[in-house]
Every structure is written in structure tokens, then in C-alpha cells.
């Protein structure tokens, strides 16, 4: 036996708005506030004692080109100041891994000069 009113339900109605990745990032770093002073002694850590330092050492191999400088400080320096300056995870985060692919970037470049 049917009942009187039968509802239907469509996919759209079901599915919700995928979000993007970058939304999906941003979501995660803004969830790890719990965790904001570990994030920041990892990203001063990681980033002042092996990025850095690997980085300046291969813009010295490569030819100590001084164009490399101020974007390898620039890395370093926007980590530094968004960890001092206390920013939320949801800032400090993309701003560690941002910086740490412009030192890739840098030290790509540096080993392709190289060659």
C-alpha cells in the first residue's frame, strides 16, 4: 500500500557543494589551532635550521648570485614574522608551505644554473 504523499529526493538535493582544494586546506589549518605552538616550533625549526641553511648553501655552490638573496630572506623572514606576529594557523600554515616551495624553487634553479 502507498502512502499519500511519496516524496522524492533528486542527486542535487542530496549531494552537497564540493569544496575546493584550497578550501579544504584552509578548513584543515584553521582545525589545527589546537596544535599552534608545535606548528610554529615546527615551522621556525624545519624552516630556520634546514630550508634556509640548505638553501643559502646552494645559492653559495651555484655561484653566489645575489638575485637568489633576497628571495631566500624573503622565505625565511614571512615565516619568522607570521609565527612572531601569533597569526592563526589558517595564515601561518600556507605561509610555511609557501615558503618552503619558493626555496625549492630557488635551490631547482641554483642546481639548473649549475650545469
Given at each position: 500500500?502507498?502512502t499519500?504523499?511519496?516524496?522524492?529526493?533528486?542527486?542535487?538535493?542530496?549531494?552537497?557543494?564540493?569544496?575546493?582544494?584550497?578550501?579544504?586546506?584552509?578548513?584543515?589549518?584553521?582545525?589545527?589551532?589546537?596544535?599552534?605552538?608545535?606548528?610554529?616550533?615546527?615551522?621556525?625549526?624545519?624552516?630556520?635550521?634546514?630550508?634556509?641553511?640548505?638553501?643559502?648553501?646552494?645559492?653559495?655552490?651555484?655561484?653566489?648570485?645575489?638575485?637568489?638573496?633576497?628571495?631566500?630572506?624573503?622565505?625565511?623572514?614571512?615565516t619568522?614574522?607570521?609565527?612572531?606576529?601569533?597569526?592563526?594557523?589558517?595564515?601561518?600554515?600556507?605561509?610555511?608551505?609557501?615558503?618552503?616551495?619558493?626555496?625549492?624553487?630557488?635551490?631547482?634553479?641554483?642546481l639548473?644554473?649549475m650545469?
Amino acid at each position: 500500500m502507498e502512502t499519500t504523499i511519496q516524496q522524492h529526493q533528486t542527486e542535487e538535493e542530496n549531494s552537497k557543494p564540493a569544496l575546493s582544494k584550497w578550501k579544504q586546506f584552509i578548513n584543515w589549518a584553521d582545525k589545527q589551532e589546537e596544535n599552534h605552538l608545535g606548528w610554529t616550533a615546527f615551522s621556525l625549526t624545519a624552516h630556520g635550521c634546514l630550508f634556509t641553511i640548505v638553501t643559502v648553501f646552494v645559492i653559495y655552490l651555484a655561484g653566489n648570485h645575489f638575485i637568489f638573496w633576497p628571495f631566500a630572506i624573503a622565505a625565511m623572514a614571512a615565516t619568522l614574522l607570521t609565527n612572531l606576529a601569533a597569526m592563526p594557523t589558517k595564515i601561518t600554515i600556507p605561509t610555511l608551505f609557501a615558503s618552503v616551495l619558493l626555496d625549492i624553487i630557488i635551490i631547482a634553479i641554483c642546481l639548473i644554473s649549475m650545469l
